[in-house]
């Protein structure tokens, strides 16, 4: 299993995304839990970022909004960097 590890600039992002998006509250606690769980899950659609963000991956919460994460499989660290829409985190 592994570790999520929240970094201050993270949480700062996280608050605002929920403050803008309060519906989205348990899918994204959901999103968090599985991804600590088995990242590999179907559902989230773990993925390699392109482009300038080729060091990082994302899941999916929704159809519409991402999760950007530093995936560090060898220590089994999982460090969120971005939340937000497939724009706002593309």
Avoid at 44 to 72: A, C, P, Q, W
Wanted: proline share 4%; charged share 25%.
């Amino acid at each position: 299993m592994a570790k999520m590890v929240y970094t201050a600039s993270y949480n700062k992002r996280a608050a605002k995304f929920i403050k803008k998006y309060p519906d989205l509250v348990n899918q994204y606690v959901k999103t968090l839990k599985l991804l600590e769980l088995n990242p590999f899950h179907p559902s989230l659609r773990l993925h390699k970022m392109k482009g300038k963000l080729t060091e990082y991956y994302s899941v999916s919460i929704n159809i519409s909004y991402r999760l950007t994460i530093d995936f560090i499989i060898e220590e089994d660290k999982i460090i969120p960097i971005d939340i937000g829409s497939h724009d706002e985190v593309y």
